[in-house]
């Protein structure tokens, strides 16, 4: 597998947890996994796996790559610091680097001569996103291309075609082409044998003009050979039974160690946690700060959702004015609404554990991994039934006490405050809600199915 982030060594979201999920998952089947990705700032050394020589800017580089082995899974770096030593992986608050087409062509050509040594040797390259997408372009075996997220394109100018080694000919529209620049994401969906992407509903959306980007007609070309495979969640990494982070473990039948970590929680932000205060619903959110994530739909509610007696906590970080806007709303309400600018592991599966609800207004949502995670914690999840939300939650039924979540389709603060209002109603019907909740940590939502339907995939790759 080729991609730009696996956890725990690169992570800026669910990208990387896939990375590490899915491999494992796959050796626990008998398969064996190289995971290639670049020795970013702070990766650890490994050992050494060899050398290539990689061609970048009409240079041949000898470049080293080293290896660590977890779980089944090695992984393999790509050692070229005047790339990859640098302060963020993809640039600067939120911007890109502006040498990112070279930094990335340079991961695929490192990784395709690592491939071609021919030891071990490969049935199939899994591409992960744009980063990855020069692999089909550059190579004649099979490759399976993954979209994680349609919104990043890997766009650049023209003439970074040539600066990156390719010949004109992929300038055409067929190719790389994307209204006069080119698409490394193109690339991939073009040129791959299979194309899949991260949830059913995602596959059907990509392929209508609200969804695609501008590639919904390319994806409706490959619509033949592009599969909706949702993501699993690591049951190792975030399991409220065993997790690390959290004070208190619990499960289904014993829901009282949610209470402690919701005391926790607070007790972590600075909020108050008497017992009037516990009573009280919680909301909670861990994420990019970013359009996709419905924060410009949260800026137009947020006098709306002040009026709801819940408190929030938020955890995330991407587009200033976000930030902004949340770190002026926690200054104007403490007590009630904690905000944490950054990226923080254990702040993440406390906010999982600690809070009631878990809030995911997203504009779109390719599969998203959190809504899962708070299934799996008893957090009940609210959220835009779209994508992967829509394939992970079902929407609560009172009458006939089924459901998982509380979701809403129109992209409205009505919408929003509305279905957040329901949830908090049957927040306070405490049957109801334990049926919720218990409903929710009962689903499978581990890798091994989600594993096999990729080992399908491959096979259909490969004949
Ligand atoms: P996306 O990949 O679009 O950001 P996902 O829901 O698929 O969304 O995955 C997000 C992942 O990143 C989850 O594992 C989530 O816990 C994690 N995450 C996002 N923001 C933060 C943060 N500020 N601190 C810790 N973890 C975060
Ligand atoms: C992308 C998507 C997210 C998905 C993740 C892993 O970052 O935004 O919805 O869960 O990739 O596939």
């Not at 501008?214 to 969640?233: E, K, M, P, T």
């Not at 926690?330 to 007590?335: E, L, M």
């Not at 405490?430 to 909740?437: E, G, P, S, T, V």
Request: glycine share 10%; proline share 5%; hydrophobic share 40%.
């Amino acid at each position: 597998m080729v991609a730009s982030e696996a956890a725990p060594f690169a992570k800026t979201g669910g990208l990387a947890d896939v990375l590490l999920a899915l491999p494992r998952a796959l050796v626990r089947l008998g398969h064996s996994v190289d995971v290639i990705l670049p020795r970013y700032r702070g990766v650890p050394q490994g050992d050494r796996a060899g050398v290539v020589t990689v061609s970048d800017e009409g240079a041949a580089r000898e470049t080293r790559i080293d290896s660590v082995t977890s779980h089944g899974v090695r992984t393999l770096f790509v050692d070229h610091p005047a790339y990859f030593d640098r302060d963020q992986l993809y640039g600067p608050d939120g911007t890109d680097y502006p040498d990112n087409a070279a930094r990335f062509a340079f991961l695929c050509r490192a990784a395709l001569a690592w491939a071609h040594q021919g030891t071990p040797s490969y049935d199939l390259i899994h591409a992960h996103d744009w980063q990855a997408g020069l692999i089909p372009v550059l190579h004649r075996g099979p490759v399976v291309f993954t979209i994680h997220n349609l919104a990043y394109q890997g766009l650049f100018g023209a003439e970074w075609l040539s600066r990156i080694g390719l010949g004109r000919e992929l300038l055409g529209m067929d190719a790389l082409e994307f209204w006069g620049r080119i698409s490394l994401l193109k690339g991939g969906i073009v040129f791959s044998r299979l194309v899949t992407t991260v949830s059913p509903r995602y596959a059907e959306e990509i392929q209508t003009e609200e969804f695609g980007c501008g590639f919904d007609g390319i994806l409706r070309s490959r619509g033949a050979d592009l599969v909706g495979i949702l993501n699993g969640i690591d049951y190792d990494e975030w399991n409220p039974a065993t997790d690390p982070y959290v004070g208190a473990p619990y499960d289904a039948a014993h829901l009282d160690g949610k209470r402690v970590a919701k005391r926790q929680l607070l007790d972590v932000l600075g909020l108050p946690s008497g017992e009037r205060d516990l009573d009280r619903p919680l909301v909670g959110m861990v994420s990019r700060l970013v359009d996709q994530k419905g924060f410009d739909l949260m800026a137009r509610s947020t006098d709306d959702l002040l009026r709801i007696d819940a408190g929030y906590v938020l955890l995330g970080s991407g587009d200033r004015r976000h930030e902004e806007e949340w770190r002026s709303l926690a200054a104007a309400h403490p007590g009630r609404i904690a905000v944490r600018i950054g990226f923080n592991e254990a702040l993440a599966h406390q906010i999982e554990a600690g809070a009631d609800l878990f809030l995911m207004p997203s504009r779109f949502e390719p599969c998203g991994l959190n809504q899962m995670y708070s299934l799996r914690y008893g957090t009940v999840p609210v959220v835009r039934a779209v994508g992967g939300l829509f394939d992970t939650v079902q929407d609560v039924d009172l009458p006939t006490g089924t459901g998982t979540g509380f979701t809403f389709h129109p992209y409205t603060p009505a919408a929003l405050v509305e279905t957040l209002r329901q949830a908090i109603r049957t927040y306070h019907d405490r049957d109801a809600w334990r049926r919720i909740q218990a409903a929710g940590m009962g689903l499978d939502l581990s890798w091994e199915t989600s594993a096999r339907k990729y080992v399908e995939v491959y096979e259909r790759a490969t004949i």
